[in-house]
């Protein structure tokens, strides 16, 4: 299983990103996919996490409404698009399958 993040970076609050989980080594589209995220000092938290088919999502209180999770199973590539950024965003976000966690993608929202 190799799982692997992009598109994070250096974001003002109020901006958007769109980070990308691109997966290997296993059938994607039978597993649900998930996207945490760990702040400095902080434990790693559940962000978002969508089913097999996508037709069903669920997300911490913290980003109902700003953020959305996706797939593209023809693609092996989970999705998780992030509006509305504000500074406690700022984390490194990693994508989550079958017990094996990405590299990480690092994002900051500052002004």
């Known amino acids: 299983v190799q799982l692997v993040e992009s598109g994070g970076g250096l974001v003002q609050p109020g901006g958007s990103l769109r980070l990308s989980c691109a997966a290997s080594g296993f059938t994607f589209s039978r597993y649900a996919m998930s996207w945490y995220r760990q702040a400095p000092g902080k434990e790693r938290e559940l962000v978002a996490r969508i089913s097999s088919t996508g037709v069903s999502a669920d997300f911490a209180d913290s980003v109902k409404g700003r953020f959305t999770i996706s797939r593209d199973n023809a693609k092996n590539t989970a999705y998780l698009q992030m509006n509305s950024l504000k500074p406690e965003d700022t984390a490194v976000y990693y994508c989550?399958?079958?017990?094996?966690w990405g590299q990480g993608t690092q994002v900051t929202v500052s002004a």
């Open positions: 989550y399958a079958l017990l094996n």
